[in-house]
Structure formats: C-alpha cells, structure tokens
C-alpha cells in the first residue's frame, strides 16, 4: 500500500519541521522517542520506549510491520501512510517516512518521522508519480493556454484522433478536430477561465478524423489551471468516450418514441406511415415499410405469398409507408389509391426476407444496380448506401417487410442496429396486425350494418323522411338503435323507431332479428297495437327457445310503431317501452302525443293501448330514442321534452337538415346511447285521386262497378289498366256479394300504383286457391294475384277491405 518517495512533494508537503521522530531497531522496536510523539500519540517514553511499533498501530496496519521492515532492507526506506493508535486508543492517520540511521558496521537502525494528516488529501506524490498517472491513464486528458491552444496532452487523447501529443503543441481543438463542434467545447473553455468554475460531465456528440462515419460521443470536463499569484494560466480538460452509452440511450429514446408514436389509430396505412416517421432521421435516412395486398384488406396473409426462387415473376407488395429525411412525416392520404404497388423480382432481398421471415444486411449497396432500393434524398443516385431489410411479422404470420437505408455519410447498419430494427419492426407489426383484424372485423360489421339499416328509405307520397342515425360505439359504427319506413297497401306508410340494448355488433344484430320481424308484421296490415303484441311474443319466445344468454341482448328492447294514411290524415300509432314522438305542426306549434306507454318487449305486460289523431298536411313527426334525450342517469321527461321543443323551434333549408341540426344539438359528440331520429313530414292526396261508391249487395251491381270504374281511370288518363281493373272490380265485388255481409264499397286510389279496394263487414279472410281443370269456380283470387303487382286483406273494427295494386310504371306488370 506504498511506494518509494523521493523529495515528497504534493498539495500539502511533507514538513519535516511538523514531524514527529522516533529511533526503531532492526527488528521494529523503539529504542528513542521524542516529546513530538509524545505530543502526536500521548504516549510518556517511558511507556513507549522498549515497544514494539506494531503495538502503537492500529490492528490492520500492526500485521503489516515485518513486511514494512523487509521493504526498509530492501530499497534502505519506506514512505507511506498509516493509522497509529493514541493512547486513549483513538486511531491517528499519519504520513509514515522510515530512513536508515546505523552507522557503518553497526546493527541496524531506523528514523522513523510520523506525520499527522488531518485535512490533507492523502499521499505525497513526486513529480515522476504525477507524470506517471497523468500520461498513462486511459483517460484522454489535455492542458490548453488562455488562448485554448494546445501545451500538453496525453497518449490516450491521441486514440481519439487528431494527431500525437507533440503534433498538437499550438494548435486549437477545430485545428486538429474539424469534426467536431468545437466552438462549443471551447465556450465552455472561455466559461472556465473566466469564472474559475469546473464544469462536470458536458457532452459532446460529433465525428472524430480517425471515424468520420460513426457519431460519437464524449464527455468532458474542465479545469481552471492557476498560477503561484493565483493568475490563470490555462485549462485542463479530460474526455471520456461514452458512445456506447450514447447510444443505448438513442436506442432507449427511439423504442420510447415508437411506443408513443406507433399504433395511434387503427389504420393499417397510418400505422405503417407512423413506423416510417419514427424511424426518420435518428436511425435511417429513409424507411419503406411495403405491406401485401391481402394485409390491407385486412384478409390473413397467405403462407406463401413470395414468388419461389428463380421465378421471373415479380412480387407485388404495396407501399403503404414511406419517409425520406427532410419531408415532412405523415403522408396526404391513406385510402388505397394513395398506396401505391411495388414491384419486387423473386430474388431481391426483400422478397428473400418475405420469404424467410430473416432480416438480411447490406452494405455500400448502388441504387442503379440495385434496382430495388428506394431512392435516398441528399446524395447522388449512384452513391453508395447501406440497407437494412426486416420482415414485418405478427403472430406468427408475414405481413411485409420494412426496408431502413442510410446514405455514405453515416456509417453502415451493424449488428446491434438489426436487433434494434427487429424489436421495434416487431412493436409495429402487432400494431399492423391489430388494424388488419380491426379492418376484417370492421368490414364485416358495415357488411351487417349495410344489411340491418336501410340503404335509403322507399319513394312514396304520403310523407317527406329524413332520417339521422349516431351510435355510441364508434369504432364499428353500429349499435342497437334502428329506423325504418314501410309502404303498406292503400298509399300508407307505417314509421318505426326502435332500440335494443347494447352497443356494437352484438347489439346490431339483435336489432336485425327485430326489425325483420317488424317488417314481417307490417307485411300483415295489422294495427300498431297487434303488430307490438305479435313482436312482444316473439321477443319473449326468443328468450325461452334460444336461453338467457343469447335473448339477454333484446331484453328490455323497445319500439314505437306509427301508421299514416294520407288519404284522411289520420296516424295511429302504439309504444313498447318507447319514447312517445313529437309533433310539429305548420303553425310551428310543437306537442307531444299523449300516447300510452306498454311495457318493453319481451316483458309480458298488459296489452299494447294505441293512440289516434288526425295531423293537418305539413306536420312533421318526430320519432326518437331515448339516446337523443337521456344524456345521464336520471329520466327528467319534463326538461328533457324542453330541450327538445328548442331543438325543434330552430328553422332549417330542408327536412334533412333540420333532423341532423337536432341531433347535433342535443347529442354531444361521443354519445352515451346509440341516437335514431326519424322525421316525417306529412302529405294529404288530392280528393281527385281518390274516387269511392257505395254498392248495393246485388249480383246486378257488379256490371255496374266494372263501368264506373273504367270512366273514372279514363278521366285519370289511365284508360290502358281498364281490362286489369274491370277484371279486378269484378272479382273482388262479386266475392263480398257471395260470401260477406253488410255494405260494401269500393275504391279506387291513385298513388305511385294504382290500388282497388272492397269494403265488407265479413271478418273471414278470403283464400287464395288452386283449382283443377275439371272445377268450375275457386279462380277469382287466382286470376287478381296473376294480373296485379299484390293484394292482401286488411281487417277493420266494422269489416275487412280486400286490396290489389297495379304499378303505374310498368303497367305491362
């Protein structure tokens, strides 16, 4: 733990004035003490004299004694430091110097000089020590004078370049280092000198002579060097390489940007853009991330999608993320004709990488020979690159590859850089992945969706329809709620709003499964409260046949169903758990229909009540969920009917408008329930496209009918369906006469068809049939189904009325 010391100098000297001498034998005995070690240890010489040194030590240096002394026969002394023990057994540091004193042909002696370190730092060092420390260690260190030019330096700062310590003499750091950013360093240089604080630990990153392709990085540290007056006279600096940790640090920094950056939405092109954007400018100087067809329709890739070796047919792959340094990131579009194809040959690296699933490496690449490197911006097309190709795998499948290039400036892709590249291709591809699934399911959903809702709603003359429909999931677009507008016979239409609960494709196709029987229903001519009670059966069967799990989603599921006829302007209309609509009327006057509530389907509640109320022409109704409402916890009717009202009141160009105006207004812009709002605004036919005559229950009637009939489709100009019509008239009339009771009427609407109605008071269905050859009646409904485009029945509180229609359009039909 010690050296030879000659002329001990160091920040604190070795004063041999402040020593405290003691005499030792050859075998480490004190023969002499002095009252300065008395004065330093406490010890009386009469105590001290005649011991061994090793018992005025402390333990740990005692064992060293024999040692010290082999050394002091050896090389005739020893210097160095030791802990001595006072005699009140506090342990003392001092400065050992152990000199010979026996005379020639004497037994051997030893002066031994102890002095007490307190505050001072440690060892005193000679001048060969210090040079010995400074010029080997393998730190680079440099003094420069006031004027920042070269006076010394050491062997290990000329590893970093610039040439050796004598080469450096007069120079400044930009002289010997022009890849460096030495105005920096030497600012902090002028900082130093000027305050005279030492400034710890400043990075440095830049390219040294002897790598002019690899950014390093170092730190260095400055020292104010003064003189005897206290004058400056220079600076000390020391430099450290730290790239390595510079650049796990880049890497630490570049995965912590893909993890924010990477996977913000679920669109395939937007992600693999993201990657490319991340990549750009601190790891590569341009990225291309090419994805196959199948990837972006978000289909599974096949297994084999490369071309096999040797095949002249070339891979396509689509480019779905590009970034070059200096663009800007993200790209214009990301539909897929902003994606563009590419065109790989079967034995080009990237199509090797599809095909392996292995990244692959290459170095001082030439774009026009390589045909399939992307172009780098900034050099020449024949410089140089260095390129890097890694296959963008996920759950054990190969969606594309992403091909990472750097020009000559920067030096090549290594080994540490393709597990980097993997890592984070590997953080994207999960992303990829999850937008393709997204994409497949979400493609799905819109098939289902396009299949649940109506394309648009039918062309008819009894109301003007918008419709405006929002759902809370936004991710699919779908959610339980549902509109629907049916024609039904005689020119009117039946309004449907209804919900099931839930959101998603889940809720979605519960809803489908109501909504076609709705529309089955309505197909029957029923009132609203019949068409409620049969779907109110349904719905509950739904949940005995098919378990709770699966009918849980149509539980609690509601509706309200509207009727409008606008020959007479009346509406009927019944509720299942389900908002009752609003009415605005030509005034602007806005009600509410008072109208029944019955129980949600499915429930078995008591029997469905239905309203009736007769609107003038121009009255608009407003069907709607609870979603457009509701927006909390709580049902406040009152004020929720208010809000509304003042949605209502603000005037709008068109119907369409206006329903969407509403919706914004009272829905916020991520909704907490699915949002249907279907508006109706009324018509009235003209009385001169109806035309209806009471009947006498007389065979001799019948004759007459067919007559009247056709002199009314003359005057209506539709003299060409005359033969269909008296043909029609004349089975329909001659069948209530037969088989019915009470008055009968028939009449005639002209619409978009043209639909002949008879009236009887008899409550049995006529029945279609079909005769044989030999049977001489049972052809009537056969022969009106044959001619008309349909027909039904549609029972009444008084009787049934008998329906057929002919298309005005195609009359040939």
Partial sequence: MGTHDEDGVARRRFDVADAAPLLLDGRGVVTSWTRDAERLLGYAAAEAVGKDLAGLLTQGDAGRMPEMLERCRRDGGWSGLLSARREDGRPVPVMARFTSAHEPGGPARWLVLLNEMGDSPGWTMSRSVLEQMVSESPIGIAIVDTDLRFVWSNEALARFGGGRPEQRLGLRMADVQPGLDAEAAEAQMRRVLESGETVVGYEHVGHLRTAPHRETAHMLSFTRLDDDHGNPMGVYYTVVDITDRHRARQRLALLDRAGRGIGSSLDIVRTAQELADVAVTGFADAVAVDLLEPVLRGAEPAPAQATPPGSPDAVPLRRAGLRRTGTPPGRDGTGDADVPVVLYAAASPPVRCLRTGRPWRGESLDPLVEDWVPDVPGEPASGPVSALIVPVRARGATLGVTTFLRRRRREP??????????????????????????????????????????????????????????????????????????????????????????????????????????????????????????????????????????????????????????????????????????????????????????????????????????????????????????????????????????????????????????????????????VALLMARTRLLSPDRVADWELPADPAAVAEARKTASRRLAEWGLAELSFTTELVVSELVTNAIRYATGPIRLRLVRERTLVCEVFDGGATAPHLRHPRATDEGGRGLLLVSQVTQRWGTRFLGEGKIIWAEQSLTEPDA
Avoid: K
């Avoid at 799990?549 to 149509?554: I, K, P, R, V, Y």
């Avoid at 509640?605 to 407003?622: H, K, V």
């Fill in 413 to 674: 892709f290594d080994a540490d850089d393709v597990a980097l590249a993997e890592d984070l291709v590997s953080r994207a591809a999960v992303c990829v992945d999850n937008a393709r699934r997204y994409t497949r399911e979400r493609d799905a959903a819109l098939v289902l969706q396009r299949n649940l809702l109506p394309h648009r709603l039918p062309e008819q003359d009894a109301v003007e329809v918008a419709a405006c429909y929002r759902p809370a999931d936004e991710l699919t677009g779908l959610g339980g709620d549902w509109y629907d507008l049916i024609p039904l016979s005689a020119a009117r239409v039946a309004l449907v709003v209804g919900e099931v609960p839930g959101h998603g494709i889940d809720a979605a196709a519960a809803m489908g499964r109501v909504r076609t029987a709705v529309r089955t229903l309505a197909a029957l001519d029923l009132p609203p409260e019949e068409v409620l009670a049969h779907l109110d059966d349904l719905v509950a069967r739904m949940h005995r046949e098919e378990g709770l799990e699966a009918g849980a989603q149509t539980e609690g599921a509601g509706c309200v169903y509207v009727v409008y006829d606008p020959v007479d302007g009346r509406c009927a209309m019944a509720a299942a758990g389900h908002p009752a609509p609003a009415v605005v009327l030509p005034d602007g006057t806005i009600t509410f229909v008072d109208l029944p509530q019955g129980s949600p389907l499915g429930a078995g509640g008591p029997p469905f009540e239905s309203a009736e109320l007769t609107l003038p022409e121009g009255s608009t109704l407003a069907l709607h969920t609870d979603g457009l409402l509701a927006q909390g916890d709580e049902w406040a009717l009152d004020a929720d009917r208010t809000r509304l009202r003042q949605a209502l009141e603000q005037p709008a160009d068109t119907l369409d408008v206006r329903c969407r105006a509403v919706v914004d207004a009272l829905v916020p812009a991520r909704p907490f329930d699915d």
